[in-house]
């Protein structure tokens, strides 16, 4: 599965030049500037960003700002994935800062090294302490830069036994590992130890996306359904079951046309419902709705709790 995620788990957000980043999108879908945020502030949509992280440096300056844009545009809910033990801290205390944010607790495919002898301990631990983490991940597997599949592996598998244990969902990254990655929840499934979860940044087949959706998970969208070039991602938020997805930002990364190649944040998921509504052919109140709902649905009255 190709799948364009820009993704930087160090601090200093020195991402990888991505070629696919740099191509121009087509004027077809150029979304007027702000227009989703003024539809969603207008129309008093709520809003779900089911997936972002605020908490790297790039947001430090201005946060507040942040804050209240993503607010301006109905984003009632925020969670904040974790990709590595040492964010927890930090997480938790935005959770504190901003109370419509929840997060989850794990280690990114691409941050293997982060494992140790007691780090599942640590996350069971940092999960059971707060009500607020709804969720273990960001885990999952990628082999679009490297090839360890084995120790990649070695650490999705004590998350995903973690997850089951605690009854929480999973949100799992899969970039050009879907055949590796529904092969092992395949095999869960058969032994009926599979998490509920949610495949995040979608940007695979359809055929793949009816793969996961067969084993439980949800879909989400993230701003690379704006891209003209992303045809799968297309057909995928056109056929998906209204049951079954969710939109996110994935910030600071990948934000959506006409931003893109710009510092993302949580208010733009307005931008990526707008266009899921788009290719649905429904309107933006129906896809705001919905995939509020299924984001309840998801994570579970802990999400939804004051």
């Not at 095999?187 to 996306?209: F, I, K, L, N």
């Not at 891209?227 to 079951?241: G, L, M, N």
């Not at 510092?263 to 896809?287: C, D």
Request: proline letters at 5%; a negative charge; hydrophobic letters at 45%.
């Amino acid at each position: 599965m190709a799948q364009p995620t820009e993704l930087a788990t160090d601090p200093s957000l020195k991402l990888a030049a991505d070629s696919s980043l740099k191509l121009a999108a087509d004027s077809s879908l150029k979304l007027a500037a702000d227009s989703s945020l003024k539809l969603a502030a207008d129309s008093s949509l709520k809003l779900v960003d089911s997936h972002c992280h605020i908490v790297f440096r790039n947001f430090e300056a201005d946060l507040d700002a942040v804050a209240q844009r993503w607010r301006d545009a109905g984003v009632v809910r925020l969670l904040h994935a974790c990709v590595e033990p040492s964010e927890i801290a930090a997480i938790r205390a935005l959770a504190d800062r901003f109370p419509e944010l929840r997060y989850s607790v794990g280690v990114h495919p691409l941050d293997t090294q982060h494992w140790h002898d007691q780090t599942a301990q640590q996350l069971r631990q940092a999960a059971l302490d707060d009500p607020r983490v709804v969720a273990i991940g960001e885990l999952g597997l990628d082999l679009f830069r490297e090839q360890n599949l084995e120790s990649q592996l070695a650490v999705l598998r004590p998350q995903l036994d973690l997850a089951w244990e605690l009854n929480l969902p999973v949100i799992i990254h899969c970039r050009d590992a879907a055949e590796a990655m529904l092969q092992e929840l395949g095999h869960r499934q058969s032994q009926d130890r599979c998490p509920r979860g949610v495949m995040h940044c979608w940007g695979g087949t359809p055929a793949e996306m009816e793969g996961f959706l067969a084993l439980g998970l949800y879909i989400s969208f993230s701003g690379t359904v704006t891209f003209a070039k992303a045809e799968d991602t297309h057909d995928c938020a056109r056929q998906v079951p209204s049951d079954r997805y969710l939109v996110e930002t994935d910030c600071p990364f990948l934000a959506p046309v006409p931003r893109r190649g710009k510092r993302n944040e949580p208010a733009y998921v307005a931008a990526v419902a707008e266009r899921v509504a788009v290719l649905r052919g429904e309107s933006l109140a129906v896809v705001a709705a919905q995939s509020t709902l299924n984001a309840s649905t998801l994570f579970g009255p802990a999400f939804d709790s004051v």
